[in-house]
T-cell receptor, first 118, second 113 residues
Framework: GAGVSQSPRYKVAKRGQDVALRCDPI?????LFWYQQALGQGPEFLTY????????KSGLPSDRFFAERPEGSVSTLKIQRTQQEDSAVYLC????????????????FGEGSWLTVV | QKEVEQDPGPLSVPEGAIVSLNCTYS??????FMWYRQYSRKGPELLMY????GNKEDGRFTAQVDKSSKYISLFIRDSQPSDSATYLC?????????????FGDGTTLTVKP
C-alpha cells in the first residue's frame, strides 16, 4: 500500500472489554513496530517484529497486551480487559529492512488508533 | 527523571521567524539523534537524523548535536504556517534497534501568518 494503514482509527471501549487493533504495513516491509503514545507525550516502544518473528516485546506494559504478525505482513495488537490507563494512541510503524543500529533507514508511521477506555 | 527532556512549549511565532527547538538527554550511550514532525492526529514523520556531534542542514532545517553538553537542537529558518506541528526529538544508542528509540514528549509549534 501507499502507507502504513491502521484500523480502527478511533475506538471507545468499556473498561474490561477486549480490543484488537490492526496494522497494515507498507508492502514488503520487513520490520514492524508498535508504540503507545499517551496524550502530550512521545511514543513509547511496545514491541518489534522482523517478518513473523516477535524479536522484542520488552515494552509491553502487562500480560494483557499481546501482539502477533502470523504471516509477516498484517499485525494485530490485542489488549485484554482494558483499563482506563490504556487510553492512548497506538501507533504502528514499518521499515523496509532489518533494523539494527540506526542506518538512516526510515521508519514510516501510521496515523494511529485512538483508544479511549470509559 | 526521563532520559530525554524536551522544552514543552507551546511555542508561537510569526511567519518568517527563526525557531529553535531543544532537547537534553542523560544517557551518554545515545549516538543517533532524530527529529520527527507530527501533525495533529497524524503519525510522526522523520525530518532529520544525525550521528554523534555536529551540524546537519537540510533546506530550512538545521540539526545540531552537542554531545559534551548532551544537548540537541533543531533550527527552522523562515518558518511557515505549514511548519505548525509537534516536533519530537528521538535518540538511540549505537547497538540499539532504531525503532526502539527514546522519544521526547514533543514541542508544539504554531507559526502565525
Amino acid at each position: 500500500g501507499a502507507g502504513v494503514s491502521q484500523s480502527p482509527r478511533y475506538k471507545v471501549a468499556k473498561r474490561g472489554q477486549d480490543v484488537a487493533l490492526r496494522c497494515d504495513p507498507i508492502s514488503g516491509h520487513v520490520s514492524l513496530f508498535w508504540y503507545q503514545q499517551a496524550l502530550g507525550q512521545g511514543p513509547e516502544f511496545l514491541t518489534y517484529f522482523q517478518n513473523e518473528a516477535q524479536l522484542d516485546k520488552s515494552g509491553l506494559p502487562s500480560d494483557r497486551f499481546f501482539a502477533e504478525r502470523p504471516e509477516g505482513s498484517v499485525s494485530t495488537l490485542k489488549i485484554q480487559r482494558t483499563q482506563q490507563e490504556d487510553s492512548a494512541v497506538y501507533l504502528c510503524a514499518s521499515s523496509l529492512v532489518v533494523q539494527g543500529p540506526f542506518l538512516g533507514n526510515t521508519i514510516y508511521f501510521g496515523e494511529g488508533s485512538w483508544l479511549t477506555v470509559v | 527523571q526521563k532520559e530525554v527532556e524536551q522544552d514543552p512549549g507551546p511555542l508561537s511565532v510569526p511567519e518568517g521567524a527563526i525557531v529553535s527547538l531543544n532537547c537534553t538527554y542523560s544517557n551518554s550511550a545515545f549516538q543517533y539523534f532524530m527529529w520527527y514532525r507530527q501533525y495533529s492526529r497524524k503519525g510522526p514523520e522523520l525530518l532529520m537524523y544525525t550521528y554523534s556531534s555536529g551540524n546537519k542542514e537540510d533546506g530550512r532545517f538545521t540539526a545540531q548535536v552537542d554531545k559534551s553538553s548532551k544537548y540537541i537542537s533543531l533550527f527552522i529558518r523562515d518558518s511557515q504556517p505549514s511548519d505548525s506541528a509537534t516536533y519530537l526529538c528521538a535518540m538511540s544508542a549505537r547497538n540499539t534497534n532504531a525503532g526502539k528509540s527514546t522519544f521526547g514528549d514533543g514541542t508544539t509549534l504554531t507559526v502565525k501568518p
